[in-house]
């Protein structure tokens, strides 16, 4: 079992940034793949980006890539998302979320197995 607390989110204006943390607890973080997904108001959750046990293997959705960086600190139990230059559309709630695979990182919601409770992203024009 692993408990997840995002924290980071709020209001920014198009073009700026935001960091994104998620801070695990529980079982040994290292084992675990760690992915952010985000939803908007009647929209489906949706994959943003995701790395390996070790960070050395990311995976971003073709909307951040170039924008997003995904990170982790494994001494720290941490995992945090660089928002670069961020748009309206990016606007959601953001969700931390492992899976119980170190090697083989899942872009679907069901391939994960815990989730933080999520925070709110608010990108204005």
């Known amino acids: 079992q692993v408990q997840l607390v995002e924290s980071g989110g709020g209001l920014v204006q198009a073009g700026g940034s935001l960091r994104l943390s998620c801070a695990a607890s529980?079982?040994?973080?290292?084992?675990?793949?760690m992915g952010w997904f985000r939803q908007a108001p009647g929209k489906e959750r949706e994959f943003v980006a995701a790395?390996?046990?070790?960070?050395?293997?990311?995976y971003y959705a073709d909307s951040v890539k170039g924008r997003f960086t995904i990170s982790r600190d494994n001494t720290k139990n941490t995992v945090v998302l660089q928002m670069n230059s961020l748009k309206p559309e990016d606007t959601a709630v953001y969700y931390c979320?492992?899976?119980?695979?170190?090697?083989?990182?899942?872009?679907?919601?069901?391939?994960?197995?815990?989730w933080g409770q999520g925070t709110q992203v608010t990108v204005s024009s």
């Open positions: 529980g079982r040994t973080f290292s084992i675990y793949a």
């Open positions: 979320a492992a899976r119980r695979a170190r090697y083989v990182v899942g872009t679907l919601p069901n391939e994960y197995d815990y």
């Open positions: 790395n390996n046990w070790s960070g050395g293997s990311t």
